[in-house]
């Protein structure tokens, strides 16, 4: 008998770095690094810059290869790929992999990586196939691959066209980038465009506005940066700094003008904006594409390719059915680039049928039971059917936190990893957004269902059926106890449960729906206080504990925070937020940015982060925590604290000898506008000075 072949992809772009391992065509395994070292976006720099050099992501290929009980030795083949540059010699020189076995993707062919990951796990059996991101491989000329069509059948993927984007010309994902930049969605310190989307649905229409994408007769469609310059320069406060410079690249652009905030309504109109252009463009692209390609099918990846929003209307460019890979960033270039390297290699290839999206390692009993002991919480691990428990705590209007077996592909929770709630409890989604997630309040929900429920719940009438399982899908509601959950736009995200994959999360939806009537639950992402999603035992019990859900249901046990002692689970709060090692006053200021800075402020006191702690860091560290505290004062409106903070503020200015001279400069023109500039800095920068000196608490920090 044949030994069957092995292909291991590794993704190595700067962030979302993953690995997946294929055994004679079919997915053995696939994690995405952030899971295992627990930084969202896990960006791949080495600590010490060492230039443009990137590291492996060390944990998902030694996870993937510990599924199959396989070591090094024993891949048939690597194939490793990143985005801008190459890769190779990096893998190598920190993986002992045999170099006869490691070949990389041609350059440019990032988006070939991302083409692979939609066909191959695409149910069709011969499709058209569009790649939309940021920017794929950088050619020698400057160039970038900006957008690319393919068309597949069996094991073949071939490109039809390419379009590339240079510094003027810009791709749609940094259109959306920029829109987010200046928006102030960021998530990890990169722009969200999935922020934006949700965004956009609160903004409105201003029709002054000029257009912003150039559609091209061929089907192309990109964005001029001189003009999105001109655009921003008319709605947006320039950066004072950037007075006098030129806009060469987008990193100009970002840098030359001041963000708004994203509560304000013009930030909302730019999203309305962002979407409206990029749905425009979106439907031009796939009109052409189609008349292209003789097929009815679209499969579909690149970080564009999440935007759920416009993938809805993608039926009316004439598709009958439309697949997005569900990792579609860079992270699904591991699947990508391993049927990419499996397509050469003799011997069996997958068949088309709808992927499973459960990829993730599995966990043993041991280790839910060690992950339980470690926080002390042994005593009160209770065995219990899952889905007859939810079910039950669900119907009584409990939030839990659901973790079954093998973690999903992709950033939506599909079953696997789960913060789940009754979607008609009134006020649900404000009570997640608020007390558990923290996230921004115009950020919605995505729900999961039964085919019978979701159906009876939503208009899914006109619905591409591919995007149904993977949390890609949009419709409106039909259920009048769902409609709190509808964006304002209408719009529902929601998941469409497969029996055969996950019969007891697909159970669970069915025992809820015989209580309540309603086949459908809130699903959203089993991740609190920045983190990425939960992927082992010992995360999802340490992100329980932060999370303030009633009880955690986890590989056929439970957790009941009911039975915790108060005293003891705000205890272990900060041991488990330790444990996590991301710094308290950085987490607060992410719940503050999402609108939340009471509870921003509550954090901080519980995780006994006071001024001492702040001070200790060093000045950066202690103005950020006052004027936090600033913030909060003003919000309650408690006058005098806010004084005193500002006071503190004042105090820590860094007006030295040379500012008080330029602010003296300043007073003495003759325009009464730069003359009052001048007495403020003036004032501020002497009280500062005499304040720091008469005070004594930085005694010995100032010169
Ligand atoms: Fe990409």
Redesign the pocket.
């Known amino acids: 008998m044949n030994r069957p072949q092995y292909v291991l992809g590794v993704s190595m772009?700067n962030h979302d770095r993953s690995a997946c391992l294929l055994r004679d065509g079919e997915i053995v395994a696939a994690v995405a690094e952030e899971r295992l070292d627990r930084r969202k976006k896990s960006e791949g720099f080495y600590e010490q810059h060492l230039g443009s050099a990137v590291l492996p992501p060390y944990r998902a290929i030694t996870a993937v290869l510990h599924e199959a009980g396989l070591t090094v030795g024993d891949i048939d083949r690597v194939v490793c790929g990143r985005?801008i540059l190459p890769c190779r010699d990096d893998l190598l020189n920190q993986f002992p992999f045999p170099p006869e076995k490691v070949v990389e993707i041609p350059v440019p062919g990032?988006?070939i990586a991302?083409a692979c990951s939609a066909f191959f796990t695409s149910p069709f059996e011969n499709a058209a196939v569009l790649?939309l991101?940021?920017?794929?491989h950088r050619l020698e000329d400057d160039r970038f691959e900006r957008m690319t069509w393919y068309t597949a059948h069996g094991t073949q993927v071939v490109p039809i066209r390419q379009f590339y984007g240079d510094s003027e010309t810009l791709s749609l994902g940094m259109f959306m980038d920029a829109f987010a930049t200046f928006t102030g969605l960021s998530e990890a310190k990169q722009p969200s465009a999935g922020k934006l989307m949700g965004l956009a649905a609160v903004g409105q229409e201003r029709q002054q506005w000029p257009s912003l994408v150039t559609t091209v007769d061929d089907g192309d469609a990109y964005v001029r940066l001189s003009e999105l310059d001109s655009f921003f320069a008319s709605v947006l406060p320039r950066r004072v700094e950037f007075e006098g410079g030129i806009v060469r690249q987008l990193d100009d652009l970002l840098a030359k003008y001041w963000p708004v905030h994203w509560s304000s309504n013009l930030a909302a109109d730019l999203a309305f904006k962002a979407q409206a252009e990029l749905e425009g463009a979106l439907l031009h692209i796939n009109r052409h594409l189609k008349a292209q390609v003789g097929s009815e099918n679209l499969a579909y990846a690149?970080?564009v390719a999440l935007n759920c929003t416009a993938n809805a209307k993608l039926s009316l460019a004439g598709w009958r059915d439309v697949f997005v890979h569900p990792a579609a960033?860079?992270d699904g270039?591991a699947v990508g680039l391993a049927y990419y390297g499996q397509r050469s290699l003799a011997g069996k290839h997958r068949r088309p049928e709808l992927f499973n999206p459960m990829t993730g390692p599995r966990y043993s009993q041991k280790a839910v039971e060690e992950a339980v002991h470690r926080f002390g919480l042994g005593e009160w691990l209770e065995r219990t059917d899952m889905s007859d428990e939810a079910a039950e705590r669900l119907s009584r209007g409990e939030t839990l936190c659901w973790f079954l077996g093998r973690s999903e592909w992709g950033p939506r929770a599909l079953g696997g990893r789960s913060i789940v709630a009754d979607p008609t409890v009134p006020g649900i989604k404000a009570l997640i957004n608020s007390r558990i997630k923290h996230r921004e309040p115009f950020r919605p929900f995505g729900i999961s269902g039964t085919p019978r429920g979701v159906e009876q719940a939503l208009d899914v009438g006109a619905a591409l059926p591919s995007l149904a399982p993977y949390m890609l899908a949009v419709a409106r509601a039909r259920d009048t106890r769902l409609s709190q959950l509808q964006h304002q736009d209408g719009s529902i995200r929601y998941q469409i449960v497969q029996r055969a994959w996950q019969p007891e999360w697909f159970g669970m939806i069915e025992a809820f729906g015989r209580r309540s009537g309603v086949e459908c639950i809130v699903n959203t992402s089993f991740n609190v206080l920045g983190e990425p999603l939960v992927e082992t035992p010992s995360d999802a019990v340490r992100q329980f504990v932060l999370s303030g859900a009633q009880a955690l249901l986890i590989n056929g046990f439970r957790l009941d925070s009911a039975d915790v002692p108060r005293e003891y689970l705000r205890q272990i709060r900060r041991q488990a937020f330790q444990a996590g090692g991301q710094h308290p006053l950085k987490v607060a200021l992410g719940i503050e940015a999402a609108g939340y800075c009471a509870a921003a402020i509550t954090f901080l006191e519980d995780q006994e982060f006071g001024e001492e702690a702040a001070e200790a860091e060093g000045k950066q560290v202690l103005r950020a925590y006052y004027s936090l505290h600033l913030r909060g004062a003003l919000l309650k409106n408690e006058h005098e604290r806010s004084t005193e903070l500002s006071k503190y503020l004042l105090a820590m200015a860094e007006f030295d000898g040379a500012v008080l001279e330029a602010a003296s400069v300043l007073e003495a023109t003759e325009q009464p506008e730069t003359q009052a500039m001048g007495q403020f800095f003036t004032h501020i920068g002497r009280y500062g000075s005499a304040f720091r000196h008469a005070s004594g608490i930085w005694a010995g920090t100032d010169g």
């Open positions: 772009s985005s990032h988006h991302h790649v991101d940021e920017q794929g690149g970080g960033t860079d270039n």
